[in-house]
């Protein structure tokens, strides 16, 4: 009697194991067995939300930090910049500042900066600089380009490498004067054949706003020819001109001295616009971190006042139990 209940009731537990449908079977047996979820989990998620909110607490203190040293740069290059200024525009008189002049040999001169997170200021002058190059594209025309800043050259070498005449970087590594940045527009009116240069680059407007800009600079046989056609550039005749030097020596003089200076406050135009740029662009940085620690706090709280409530459950449950 005992041996025949015993199989009864093993008949009993081991009907539930064969399932009547053999994929059913064949799927239970493929899923592997998990194991209950332990209370650690929870603490685990919580610990994990509480390093991300680490994490985006030091960023911000960075980007607030980045935001303090841009503010203080612009502050001592802005007004270098708007003083500058008033150097190329007596030149701009007399010589011009014609973009639409067609010529031959044109040398565009792209300044960017070295560093990154400024926004988009870098890549404006690089957009720029293309447009230009596609502008004054022909079958009898040649384009060059010379780079000031690294990551114009980043940009521009990867389609335009073989226009690329001459490379400068690291120009703000010692405080911006006219002694660097004349001895940087002497090599390039130097080693580089031109009829016009064109140097792109971003206009200071304020903090949170700059303005590309193009500027021409022709070379003395452009303008003395432009004026020879009728033309008012290069016109002599209303100044006093002391010395033997001719008006094509003059004009050479004056020409290059009309570069450097225009380059001069290109440079510290643009340096000024990538100041603002990078401390517009590191307040919001530290906003959006922010924002972004205000809802991993909101996840966190929620998290923990889940596993608050689950653990007071399980108490009341087990007390529950215990009494009934």
Known sequence: MAMAALRREGRRFATPLISPNPSIALRSS?????????????????????????????IQKITKAMKMVAASKLRAIQTRAENSRGLWQPFTALLGDTPSVDVKKNVIVTISADKGLCGGINSTSVKISRAVHKLNSGPDKENKYVVLGEKAKVQLVRASKKDIELVVTELQKNPLNYTQVSVIADDILKNVEF??????????????????????????????????????????????????????????????????????????????????????????SSRNAGDMLDRLTLTYNRTRQASITTELIEIISGASALEG
Not at 212 to 218: D, G
């Open 30 to 58: 493929i899923i592997p067995y998990e194991e209950p979820v332990s209370s650690g989990v929870r603490c685990i998620s919580t610990q994990v939300v509480r390093n991300r909110m680490k994490s985006v607490k030091n």
């Open 195 to 284: 009829d016009a240069l064109r140097i792109v680059f971003n206009k200071f407007q304020s903090v949170v706003s700059f303005l590309p800009t193009v500027s021409t600079v022709l070379s003395p046989e452009v303008v003395e020819r432009e004026a020879e056609s009728g033309g008012k550039l290069g016109d002599l005749d209303l100044y006093e001109v002391e010395g033997a030097e001719t008006k094509s020596e003059v004009l050479q003089n004056l020409a290059e001295f009309q570069f450097s200076c225009v380059m001069f406050n290109a440079v510290l135009e643009n340096a000024t616009s990538e100041q603002g740029a990078r401390m517009s662009a590191m307040d919001s």
